[in-house]
């Protein structure tokens, strides 16, 4: 019979969970749910505990099971959690820079939907999103015991020169240190989507230093290549909706912005995090900065070679 998890990664989405997952399932010691991210305790609870159970059933006898979920740092969720595995359950989540994450979020909403509209809806909600998980995040200390919990910090233990996080997740799971480094290799990485579009004449575009020759009478949508899409001969209205759509996507973070949302949310925010939990927050103060992501590569079969000098 499967077993249920004795580890949950509860996230969050955007901060490296993908990366978590990708190096704790090479560890022959853990057996991680097939696939990533079940959403049970946020979005599939009806579908009940047998459903769940049968997403660990490929685990050894001898292997710690896990899973990582990056929707399970909510109020709702973690009680559901609770009552299904138990309080000595192994929590550990990921907190990043609130504006980097709102932007990362908002741009992968974006190649997942092509749906319209800019920053300013998300940065408005920001305050909000930020008490909510300062909620969450209470309600973990007092639903689970402390010492079961383990926080990472996505500039501090991820992304950073000496990532740490693997040591940190195996020490507080109880199991030995990998005998190799942890990787940095990212996954699922941002990128800023865009359309474009050839009417009577092949395009030939650089992009990333890379030659990319696009096809007459085509619109494509560049983003996550799971999310890319491909029209051909698209109608005049296709084009102008497109058009539309991407000229209202934020395509960079100013500095300014960055200063306004900083003050107004994250450091207060940091501050209550800092009093309440004894984290170490510093790395959210950082000075204002501008945040731009490269555009997203059309398909690869679109790419030609070109003369270093082209």
Same mark, same amino acid.
């Given at each position: 019979?499967?077993?249920?998890? @004795? ?6 989405? *955007?901060?490296?969970?993908?990366? %978590?997952?990708?190096?704790? $399932? ?9 696939? &990533? ?21 490929? =685990? ?26 138990? /309080?000595?359950? &192994? ?19 974006? +190649?997942?939907?092509? *749906? /319209? ?33 383990? /926080?990472?910090?996505? $500039?501090?233990? %991820?992304?950073?020169?000496?990532? +740490?996080? #693997?040591?940190? %997740? ?11 480094? =942890? ?12 359309? %474009?579009?050839?009417? $009577? ?8 230093? &890379?030659?990319?020759?696009?096809? *007459? ?5 560049? !983003? ?17 909706? @497109?058009?539309? *759509? ?10 300014? #912005?960055?200063? !306004?949302?900083?003050?107004? =949310? ?19 103060? +950082? ?8 555009? !997203?590569? /059309?398909?690869?079969?679109?790419? &030609?070679?070109?003369?270093?000098? !082209?």
């Amino acid at each position: 019979m499967s077993r249920p998890p @004795a580890f949950v990664v509860l996230g969050q989405g *955007k901060s490296g969970t993908s990366l %978590i997952y990708r190096v704790l $399932e090479r560890n022959p010691a853990i057996a991680l749910s097939e696939p &990533k991210e079940l959403h049970y305790f946020s979005a599939h609870y009806d579908r009940g505990l047998a459903w769940y159970l049968s997403h660990f059933a490929h =685990a050894d006898p001898g292997q710690m099971v896990g899973e990582v979920s990056p929707s399970y740092l909510t109020p709702e969720a973690l009680p559901r959690l609770l009552e299904t595995l138990g /309080p000595d359950t &192994k929590l550990i989540f990921v907190l990043r820079r609130p504006i980097e994450r709102a932007y990362a979020r908002y741009l992968q909403d974006i +190649c997942a939907t092509q *749906k /319209p509209g800019g920053f300013h809806v998300i940065a408005r909600a920001l305050p909000g999103w930020l008490d909510l998980q300062h909620a969450a995040i209470r309600l973990c200390y007092s639903l689970f015991r402390p010492e079961n919990i383990l /926080p990472l910090f996505f $500039e501090t233990d %991820i992304a950073c020169a000496d990532p +740490c996080y #693997e040591r940190k %997740i195996l020490a507080h799971l109880g199991l030995p240190p990998a005998d190799h480094a =942890a990787t940095l290799d990212r996954v699922n990485p941002s990128v800023m989507p865009h359309y %474009i579009f050839t009417d $009577e004449r092949p395009l030939i575009t650089f992009l990333r230093g &890379k030659r990319y020759v696009i096809p *007459k009478h085509r619109l494509i949508f560049c !983003a996550q290549q799971r999310n890319s899409e491909e029209i051909r001969n698209p109608d005049p209205q296709q084009v102008r909706d @497109a058009v539309w *759509k991407m000229s209202g996507w934020s395509r960079l973070i100013a500095p300014e #912005e960055y200063a !306004a949302l900083q003050a107004r =949310a994250v450091l207060p925010a940091a501050d209550r995090l800092e009093r309440d939990f004894g984290f170490d927050l510093s790395h959210w103060r +950082c000075p204002p900065r501008r945040i731009m992501y490269d555009p !997203a590569l /059309p398909f690869p079969r679109f790419q &030609k070679d070109a003369p270093a000098d !082209a």
